[in-house]
């Protein structure tokens, strides 16, 4: 003899059901704060009055610089004519002084940093980009501007995958490069129009970094004292990096030196 199959008391029972609902709920919300757990503990960053601390310094490039190629641009006329940029910008060297290198805090954040919600901005000029090397914080944006008479394809590329891949029209609205970069990565961005040009987005998870201009110079502050790895980043000529000592008083400002070699 058959018997109807009893139904599931716990299915069907209101209460229980309620009741296993919000152990589901309570699993999911604490699943994230499990994630976090296994995250290094972070302190906060230092308050102003600790991380009255500078590094600055130069970046030199001693000995006979590369030459720096003149650049086959005839596939756009409007990149032909733009002298100014005729030559390729993968070492700039100024009277000894080396551009576009980042130099930045490498141990440790140094406390938990907010990114930025201004996005740092590359811009197009003259078929190259502008600045060749920037730093942003994990998490922040980057505008690609167009302020040239051509149109441009954005690649974002990180970690041999495309973040972006945009066409770009002349003078044409910015190009928001969104990603999950996190610190150490850097981000490339190339143009699938015109091969020669390149450009390197560095991410830290603080905002102790500087990238330096002709003059080879960087300035970092905000800094508590304390020991640090100071680390230049350079995207053809590699990194080097050096241990420095932030006090306090007139020891709090100090001076720091790098040298790139042929
Ligand atoms: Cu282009």
Redesign the pocket.
């Known amino acids: 003899m058959r018997t109807a199959a009893p139904s599931n008391p716990v299915m069907t029972h209101p209460r229980l059901t309620s009741l296993l609902g919000a152990l589901l709920g309570a699993l999911l919300a604490v699943h994230p704060t499990v994630a976090d757990a296994d995250a290094p503990k972070r302190a906060p960053a230092p308050p102003a009055e600790v991380a009255k601390g500078s590094i600055k310094g130069t970046v030199l490039f001693e000995g006979e610089p590369p030459e720096r190629a003149t650049l086959d641009r005839k596939s756009d006329p409007f990149c032909a004519k733009q002298t100014a940029t005729a030559n390729a910008d993968d070492v700039v060297v100024t009277k000894g002084k080396l551009a576009g290198v980042l130099v930045r805090i490498k141990n440790g954040s140094a406390g938990t940093h907010a990114a930025p919600t201004t996005p740092a901005v590359i811009d ?1 000029v003259g ?1 190259a980009y502008s600045p060749h090397v920037i730093g942003i914080v994990a998490g922040q944006k980057i505008a690609v501007r167009n302020s040239d008479g051509t149109f ?2 954005i690649r974002g590329i990180l970690k041999g995958k495309d973040v972006v891949n945009k066409m770009q029209a002349a003078k044409a609205a910015d190009v928001s490069i969104e990603s999950k970069a996190a610190a150490d990565d850097v981000i490339e961005l190339a ?1 699938g ?2 091969p020669w ?1 390149h450009a390197f987005a560095v991410v830290q998870d603080h905002p102790y970094f500087a990238v330096t201009g002709s003059d080879g110079v960087f300035a970092i502050s905000g800094l508590a004292p304390g020991t640090y790895t100071l680390e230049a980043w350079h995207p053809t000529l590699g990194a080097k990096s050096m241990t420095v000592k932030v006090g306090v008083g007139a020891k709090a400002s100090i001076n720091a030196r790098f040298s790139y070699k042929p």
């Open positions: 197009q078929c441009h394809n143009c129009v015109h040009m």
